[in-house]
């Protein structure tokens, strides 16, 4: 039995990715006030929000192709809720996932402005790639990275958090009225180094033994 899960577990990850390729690659929240969910490799994740600066709108910040789309990420966060942030403060934000997730997605609207840049400041989050970026809703700026940091000047796109993540920890300390920020999960989460490795070593295994299995057959009994 637990060679056929090793083996099922193996071939369901490997397909995975061609799996979705065709169809939405990320899960945004789905908020509804501070309480939201997610889903991710195929279970429904609950998501809690705590001080937010300005509130959720259900609003469709997020046009722009070239800011918000792209080979990884193939949909944006359309209707599904938006935080909004004044900043200016040390005041922590804080997001809770029930479980674990891997590599979420933040996608930002009009951080910064012209000539003033603004941020996002990570508390726990050390490494973040930017996917995308482009014109948004208020014009075409850019965003940067360094550390767990990431920096708008009218920047509109979309970053990844490297990492897996059961809580977010985050501060807007730069005053602007106002830059705004929604977060999601891969569809399909691809596993870390360590995982890839456990899993190879896995079919590694399978295979020795079922060599093995074969060569039992063909030695002719004493």
């Known amino acids: ?73 193939t949909n944006g966060p359309g209707t599904d809720g938006m935080f909004s942030f004044v900043g200016g403060t040390e005041v922590v934000h804080h997001l809770h996932f029930s479980e674990a997730v891997v590599n979420p997605y933040l996608a930002i609207v009009s951080l910064g402005r012209d000539g003033s840049a603004a941020t996002f400041n990570f508390a726990n989050v050390s490494d973040i790639t930017l996917v995308s970026e482009g014109d948004g809703y208020y014009g075409d700026g850019e965003l940067s990275i360094a550390g767990g940091t990431v920096t708008g000047i009218e920047g509109h796109g979309v970053v990844r958090l490297n990492g897996s993540y059961t809580d977010l920890y985050f501060t807007t300390p730069v005053s602007e009225y106002w830059y705004g920020a929604s977060f999601g999960a891969a569809v399909t989460a691809v596993p870390e180094p360590g995982t890839w490795g456990m899993l190879l070593a896995g079919g590694a295994m399978l295979g020795l033994m079922g060599r093995r299995r074969k060569s039992d057959k063909l030695q002719q009994p004493a």
Not at 11 to 22: D, E
Not at 38 to 58: A, E, M, P, R, Y
């Open 1 to 73: 039995m637990n060679k056929l899960i090793g083996s099922g577990l193996l071939a369901a990850t490997l397909a995975a990715p061609l799996h979705v390729s065709a169809a939405d690659t990320v899960d945004w929240i789905n908020w509804t006030g501070l309480a939201g969910t997610v889903v991710q490799n195929g279970k429904t994740i609950d998501v809690t929000f705590s001080n937010s600066s300005i509130g959720l709108t259900h609003a469709d910040y997020f046009t722009g192709e070239a800011a918000y789309i792209s080979d990884e990420v």
